[in-house]
């Protein structure tokens, strides 16, 4: 089916609402980064305005010209540093730069000869056609592929008043969320008692947690805990990956997978589900993964617990709602990720999936996000590709990118570039993937109500057994009991933790 301008436009304010004006995004990707704050970034309320006018235009060449723009927005909130000296990088002069800026030519193995061009992936761009989703998702069809799977729900639409409101965090009070604060207690976990960080200005204004190493916050020093999943464990695979969605260009995306017969990983946001729960559908019947990115993509280690509750708890339910099954991983906006929000996720069923960190000024984060904000240039996003890839061939395992299908640009740059520019890389040739395939698992381990769970340990029980979460007695007896010391705890969380990671130090990747 066809999405009408209508829906597309009846959406976007929200979409703008939630991701660019109260800058909290922009923000916290600073933060994410360890790098100084820049500007606060333009509105980008004119980027979707006339969804109907198509501007692909073809390009012949296999070598794509990209200018960096040395301009003082761009500097500093880029992933990598900015005219860094990669191999793949040579000459200077450039056919699609403007005269203005200098350029730099950065020579991918192949493009989409309907990429469209680098000059027109910009902030406030006339927008392109969004293409029609493809035509997997029929209501109560079984899901074939994935065994046990319940049939595909039957939704006509999805009511407002089941679900909180979107895009800012969801109430505490709701008996679903009481619920699942219940359920997190029941399973005995041990929630450190780390108070809720500052969710704006980044590890400066956070020293103390900043320089707290049992927190293990990836924010602000990359730390991660072994039941983190990083990268993948083979050369040159490729878990793909794309966040914050599904969004009006998530169907172009779709149908350029679709046509190089590729499978990713979408990390869905459950207020953007509510609107497009029909691409979804899509996306699951095509046989991607669907995994959790919260309800309102607020930094997760900046709530309190029950919030951290409402909002994995409320992306959890709408997916359930829309799809029939319960994704097992999840995402942390911003890579926001402490030990208490990994307790809590890991007791709510949800294994973290980060993306990969090889050192703190390389992390295999594209930075596309930001081109429809101004802060960064698509030719900074396909350099930063282009060293992502440079490091990405030099490792002994596979690795995981961050890149995101909620804006138009960063789909462009997806389909146009860094895709063909991956899939034309031969000796050897990536192998890309969904983050579960990637891992040498079934997509039946992906959903709670497909996972057989004796290859694949639920979450929660995998990360007991591995010491990275402690339990109070045992689960059983904190339920019959009903003094689970979870959640509201005042127990000797602290110090179990201090030494938690103390033992588990070596587990730890630290700068
Ligand atoms: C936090 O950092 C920002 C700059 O990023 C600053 O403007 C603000 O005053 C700081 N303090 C607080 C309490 O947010
Ligand atoms: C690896 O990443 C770093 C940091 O972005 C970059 O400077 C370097 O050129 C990359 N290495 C390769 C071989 O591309
Ligand atoms: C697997 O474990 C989950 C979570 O503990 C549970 O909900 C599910 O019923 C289990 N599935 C099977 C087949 O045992």
Redesign the pocket.
Known sequence: MRLSTNTLLAVLPVFVAAHADHHLHARAQQHARQVPAAAPPPPVASAAGSSSQANVVGTTSSQVAASQSSSPAVAGTSTLPAGSSAASVAGTTSSVSSAAVPSLTVQLQATNPTAVPLASIIPGQVSAATHPLPSTAVAGSVPTFLSNAPPLPTITGLLAANYPPPDRPAPTDSPEVQQWIKEVQDTGVVIPQFSPTNGIGGCANNTAAASDASRCWWTCGGCTRSTDITECPTAMDWGLTYDDGPAFYTPNLLEYLDQEQLKATFFVVGSRVFYNWNMLQSQYMGQHQIAVHTWSHFPLTSLTNEQIIAELGWSRKIIKDVLGVTPNMMRPPYGDIDDRVRAISLAM?LTPVMWTRISPLATFDTDDFNIANGQTSVQQVIQNWENIIGNATTRNSGFIVLEHDLFEQSVEVATGYILPDALGHKNPPFKIQPVIHCLNKDMTDAY?ET???KTNP?A??AAVSAGIVTVTGTAAGAKSTGKSAAVTSKSTAGSLWSLAGLALGGLMTLP
């Open positions: 069923g709670i996972n057989n769970n639920p929660f029980q």
